[in-house]
């Protein structure tokens, strides 16, 4: 048995062939996790939990082209419909209970708030205990298939009545984090983004590098990078910083923070770099179209 705290793998950066066994009578996965990931215990006590007290949160399902996809919603009980949206794209070990919090803490501000499954044809992350079998799922769920399912995502929103797809953000942490600049890249409804240390460099040649999309991004993105992040180097941000220059984008670097300052269930938590970066991210969406 093989468990870590923190997603400190590099998965973005080593190519492999690994591709899990397809379910031909439906998806891999079906439904979000219950708890936490079963490759991320122990979880720290320092943990933060949101209620759904004046929100409606819970599982839907997505369709997409060949079939639907789980995903996690909240979005205020009460207000005037529709509400601002954001998509939060989730980290390596899938849409478990961190995630879903960070969903109701949108939902508290006033958003309707998604997080899709995006692994959820090639394995269930969440009850995977080996770390390495958790990088065999994502090594396997190729950017084009990511994109068209937060395609399908956008259009689910567009059609419940409770979310404005003309206000639409999108958020993510680590593998999630590159998601944010490489949807920004390829939809340009994407109002504003808020990219958590998401890889900014490649090694896969089937994978563009954040920095080498730059230029096609037209959406202001907002990045949140750790001083002492040991993968995303602080020369990885700034060949980013370079290559956003002139443009809308910003990089935020906390010197005394590690990957994962965010995820309060991990070691690495940081309160301090956390809630500034979390009112960062709200004065974002807000200056830029998406509260």
Request: with cysteine; net charge neutral.
């Amino acid at each position: 048995m093989n468990k870590i705290p923190f997603d400190h793998r590099p998965a973005w950066v080593e190519p492999g062939d690994e591709k899990p066994a397809l379910n031909r009578r439906g998806f891999l996965t079906t439904s979000v996790a219950v708890g936490f990931a079963a490759a991320v215990q122990p979880v720290m006590a320092q943990v933060i939990h949101t209620d759904s007290e004046g929100i409606v949160a819970g599982q839907v399902m997505v369709p997409v082209k060949d079939g639907q996809i789980p995903a996690y919603r909240a979005y205020p009980a009460k207000g005037t419909a529709p509400f601002p949206t954001v998509i939060v794209a989730h980290e390596i070990f899938g849409v478990h209970e961190h995630i879903q919090d960070v969903v109701r803490r949108f939902a508290k501000q006033g958003y309707f708030a998604i997080t899709p499954d995006l692994y959820s044809r090639q394995g269930d992350v969440a009850k995977m205990e080996n770390i390495d079998d958790v990088m065999k799922v994502v090594r396997a769920t190729p950017d084009a298939q990511v994109l068209a399912d937060l395609d399908s995502t956008v259009d689910y929103l567009g059609k419940t009545g409770q979310a404005d797809v003309n206000r639409l953000g999108i958020t993510g942490f680590c593998w999630g984090g590159r998601v944010t600049w490489i949807y920004a890249a390829h939809n340009p409804k994407v109002k504003a983004g808020v990219a958590w240390y998401g890889p900014l460099t490649s090694a896969d040649p089937n994978r563009p590098s954040a920095i080498s999309l730059a230029p096609t991004i037209k959406a202001p993105i907002l990045g949140l990078y750790a001083g002492k992040d040991a993968h995303i180097t602080q020369d990885d941000v700034s060949a980013m910083r370079q290559a956003i220059k002139g443009t809308k984008s910003e990089i935020v670097v906390y010197p005394d923070a590690d990957h994962g300052f965010n995820a309060d269930y991990r070691p690495t938590y940081n309160k301090q770099a956390a809630e500034d970066a979390w009112k960062r991210l709200k004065e974002w969406f807000k200056a830029n179209g998406v509260a």
